[in-house]
Nanobody
Framework: QVQLVESGGGLVQPGDSLRLSCATS????????IGWFRQAPGKEREGVSC????????YYADSVKGRFTISRDNAKNTVYLQMNSLKPEDTAFYYC???????????????WGKGTLVTVSS
């Protein structure tokens, strides 16, 4: 059974950093694409970043390029999202997702976690 559990969210001030974790189980981790998405109140869900399992390619939304970094620890079956220089507009629920074939934005992702809340406010 595929499971993804996000952690690391919280309340931070603008300019602060935060690292989210996505702990996974139930699938062959290094084969899967693992992505991060977010949804702010009243807005549609949007892709943030993705790490492709097959070749290590990474993808980022323009809004987070240069500030966020995705990484994966194959030994721990965990993906991280390091978020630096946080802005109020980064406030959202952050979700991780996994898929054996696709990595955002190249295609849909099948398995999802329940999310963790990040609030950036002074």
């Amino acid at each position: 059974q595929v499971q993804l559990v996000e952690s690391g969210g919280g309340l931070v001030q603008p300019g602060d950093s935060l690292r989210l974790s996505c702990a996974t189980s139930g699938f062959t981790f290094h084969y899967y694409g693992i992505g991060w998405f977010r949804q702010a109140p009243g807005k549609e869900r949007e892709g943030v970043s993705c790490s492709k399992g097959s070749d290590g390619s990474t993808y980022y939304a323009d809004s987070v390029k240069g500030r966020f970094t995705i990484s994966r620890d194959n030994a721990k079956n965990t993906v991280y999202l390091q978020m630096n220089s946080l802005k109020p507009e980064d406030t959202a629920f952050y979700y991780c997702a996994a898929d054996p074939l696709f990595c955002w934005p190249r295609g849909p992702m099948d398995f999802w976690g329940k999310g963790t809340l990040v609030t950036v406010s002074s």
